[in-house]
């Protein structure tokens, strides 16, 4: 076996074991990190779908309060809108007034309202909650990834980058001699 043929074995060799070990730190890293994420953020995912559908629930009845309290206050049916016996405003400011009106009428249903919006809020903070969680936690994770992992991509890098370095000027002192390619006239 001539120098060439062991120099590009060699070079092949090299080549596909810097390869292999990049493609597998790059897998491992990624895919560990990928996951570490996807584990933590399960929980605030779980608060966030909670928290649209306080949303929903508290927005779709309030437009059905809020339109059933217009209908009444077209009536002017006020023996309908169930206010609190020892409410101190007049009949006829309440028809006069419709902001005052509507907050005054149907007491039972508009504190049910105010409970889903209150459980919004609740929501919405526990979500903030997490999140801050979630960035105070895993700052020195995030920090240690992006210190560490692109340095092992860098490194092999330049490992390849040595490789076809070398590659280059072996090929630029190897001499063309044809009596080494005679096996390819012989094919």
């Keep these: 076996m001539c120098i060439r043929d062991r120099f590009m074995g060699d070079l092949h060799k090299k080549l596909g074991e810097t390869y292999k070990t ?6 491992n890293n990624f895919t560990r990190f990928n996951d570490f994420y996807y584990r933590e953020t399960q929980a605030l995912g779980e608060q966030l779908e909670a ?4 949303l929903e629930s508290h927005s779709t009845n309030e437009k059905k309060l809020c339109k059933k309290k217009e ?27 419709k902001d005052l009106a509507f907050s005054e009428m149907l007491p039972d249903e508009s504190l049910e309202i105010q409970k889903l ?30 210190e560490t992992v692109p340095s092992i991509y860098i490194e092999r890098e330049m490992c390849l980058q040595r490789i076809w370095t070398d590659l280059f000027k072996k090929l630029k002192g190897i001499s063309l001699n044809p009596n080494e390619f005679q096996f390819l006239a012989s094919e």
Excluded: H
């Excluded at 009536?75 to 020892?86: A, F, G, H, R, T």
């Design 51 to 54: 928290r649209k559908a306080a």
């Design 117 to 146: 919006k209150m459980c919004y809020g609740y929501y919405n903070n526990k979500c903030v909650e997490e999140f801050v969680r979630l960035i105070n936690k895993n700052k020195p994770v995030i920090k240690d990834y992006f």
């Design 22 to 27: 990049l493609k597998e730190s790059f897998s």
């Design 71 to 97: 209908t009444l206050f077209e009536q002017k049916n006020i023996s309908k809108w169930k206010l609190d016996p020892n409410l101190t405003i007049t009949v006829e400011n309440l028809l006069k007034n």
